[in-house]
């Protein structure tokens, strides 16, 4: 049967609800129409429910438009249908059905913010309506747009049960970890840990949190077990090194900074903290070595070639700012004013990397 005469029927159950809602013999005789059209289309499911609509005394609007959305939906016009489904929601705003429907044809004509709004309505009155993946997409776009506290609703549903999504349980103690809620965020790490017990990056990340609580003792156990299931992960080797330094267990530091060193060989940093363990420990022809190689990594070759002998090294992460932020001075006679130089690393790259016209000039204040 032509689909013409679907679209005809459809025009007509519309303005019968619209000019004929206090005439039931009017809209009565459209739904049966409509019955039978959908009938002879072998629709049969469909038909039963408007012939049902036909036989009520009372306009049931509700129902009607959000039939009539289906309908749209079934001819592809995808703009009529939302307009179905929006009239349905007036007269039956909390229906999780209506919802769903509006949410994927939002979905459909790409308004994302909708659509997202839809189902974060649907899935407050049917929490059932969608699976732990549909929570943690609805997660991710909710967290997009600054709404946390029901992007967090819908990640605790990703995370819930023996199920979860395990990217969702990082997202939600990120989440925690950023308000400062870190009890939350360690029940989250460990909810986790529950589910894959294996899981180096939720040991790290419990870890990082006992480090930022000063509970050295339980940092160390969660960044060893990282390393156990990782043996490349070497965020917790770098970890490591921080507790250590700051315990002056300098030996320890001494170790985990040469196994960072086998697994990323060109890492500035840890020369800087080689160098810091290697002075703590008397070791200070070393310490220099080191801080100098940190320098070297960075970018300032002539700290190693003019044998600068720096003992602590409190500048060489800045290389990278100053380097980009002063690049446009290079090559100029410019006048330099340092106040405070300590044991000059800064001055000497300020000569050597910026200072190198022949008219310029610096002036060290310490």
Same mark, same amino acid.
């Given at each position: 049967?032509?689909?013409?005469?679907?679209?005809?029927?459809?025009?007509?159950?519309?303005?019968?609800?619209?000019?004929?809602?206090?005439?039931?013999?009017?809209?009565?005789?459209?739904?049966?129409?409509?019955?039978?059209?959908?009938?002879?289309?072998?629709?049969?499911?469909?038909?039963?429910?408007?012939?049902?609509?036909?036989?009520?005394?009372?306009?049931?609007?509700?129902?009607?438009?959000?039939?009539? $959305?289906?309908?749209?939906?079934? !001819?592809?016009?995808? &703009?009529?249908?939302? $307009?179905?489904? !929006?009239?349905?929601?007036?007269?039956?705003?909390? #229906?999780? =059905?209506?919802?769903?429907?509006?949410?994927?044809?939002?979905?459909?004509?790409?308004? =994302?913010?909708?659509?997202?709004?839809?189902?974060?309505?649907?899935?407050?009155?049917?929490?059932?309506?969608?699976?732990?993946? *549909?929570?943690?997409?609805?997660?991710?776009?909710?967290?997009?747009?600054?709404?946390? &506290?029901?992007?967090?609703?819908?990640?605790?549903?990703?995370?819930?049960?023996?199920?979860?999504?395990?990217?969702?349980?990082?997202?939600?103690?990120?989440?925690?970890?950023?308000?400062?809620?870190?009890?939350?965020?360690?029940?989250?790490?460990?909810?986790?840990?529950?589910?894959?017990?294996?899981?180096?990056?939720?040991?790290?990340?419990?870890?990082?949190?006992?480090?930022?609580?000063?509970?050295?003792?339980?940092?160390?156990?969660?960044?060893?077990?990282?390393?156990?299931?990782?043996?490349?992960?070497?965020?917790?080797?770098?970890?490591?090194?921080?507790?250590?330094?700051?315990? !002056?267990?300098?030996?320890?530091?001494?170790? &985990?900074?040469?196994?960072?060193?086998?697994?990323?060989?060109?890492?500035?940093?840890?020369?800087?903290?080689? $160098?810091?363990?290697?002075? $703590?420990?008397?070791?200070?022809?070393?310490?220099?070595?080191?801080?100098?190689?940190?320098?070297?990594?960075?970018?300032?070759?002539?700290?190693?070639?003019?044998?600068?002998?720096?003992?602590?090294?409190?500048?060489?992460?800045?290389?990278?700012?100053?380097?980009?932020?002063?690049?446009?001075?290079?090559?100029?006679?410019?006048?330099?004013?340092?106040?405070?130089?300590?044991? *000059?690393?800064?001055? #000497?790259?300020?000569?050597?990397?910026?200072?190198?016209?022949?008219?310029?000039?610096?002036?060290?204040?310490?």
């Amino acid at each position: 049967m032509n689909s013409t005469y679907l679209a005809q029927a459809i025009t007509q159950c519309e303005q019968a609800i619209t000019t004929s809602a206090d005439n039931p013999e009017q809209w009565q005789a459209a739904f049966n129409n409509l019955g039978n059209l959908l009938q002879g289309r072998a629709e049969f499911d469909r038909a039963i429910v408007w012939h049902s609509l036909a036989l009520d005394h009372t306009l049931n609007l509700a129902e009607a438009y959000s039939q009539l $959305g289906e309908l749209h939906l079934l !001819e592809n016009d995808l &703009t009529a249908a939302l $307009g179905s489904f !929006e009239h349905a929601l007036k007269y039956f705003p909390n #229906c999780a =059905r209506i919802y769903s429907a509006l949410a994927q044809i939002n979905g459909q004509l790409q308004r =994302r913010d909708a659509e997202m709004e839809c189902w974060y309505q649907a899935i407050q009155i049917n929490p059932n309506l969608v699976n732990q993946q *549909g929570y943690y997409k609805l997660a991710k776009a909710l967290e997009k747009k600054g709404k946390i &506290t029901e992007a967090i609703a819908c990640y605790e549903q990703a995370t819930a049960g023996t199920q979860g999504i395990i990217a969702a349980f990082f997202d939600l103690g990120e989440i925690y970890q950023r308000q400062g809620k870190l009890e939350l965020a360690q029940a989250v790490y460990r909810r986790l840990l529950e589910v894959e017990p294996t899981a180096a990056k939720a040991h790290y990340k419990l870890g990082t949190i006992y480090l930022q609580q000063g509970a050295f003792v339980e940092a160390i156990a969660c960044f060893r077990l990282t390393i156990k299931y990782d043996p490349d992960f070497p965020w917790a080797y770098r970890d490591l090194v921080k507790i250590f330094l700051l315990t !002056e267990k300098w030996d320890e530091a001494i170790s &985990t900074c040469y196994a960072i060193i086998n697994l990323v060989e060109e890492y500035p940093w840890v020369y800087s903290q080689l $160098g810091n363990a290697l002075r $703590g420990k008397g070791k200070l022809a070393e310490a220099v070595t080191n801080f100098q190689k940190a320098c070297e990594h960075r970018g300032w070759d002539q700290c190693v070639s003019h044998n600068y002998f720096f003992s602590v090294d409190i500048f060489s992460y800045r290389i990278p700012v100053w380097s980009e932020l002063l690049k446009f001075f290079s090559e100029q006679p410019i006048n330099v004013l340092e106040v405070g130089c300590y044991q *000059g690393m800064s001055s #000497c790259w300020l000569v050597d990397q910026l200072l190198t016209h022949q008219a310029s000039h610096l002036t060290c204040i310490d």
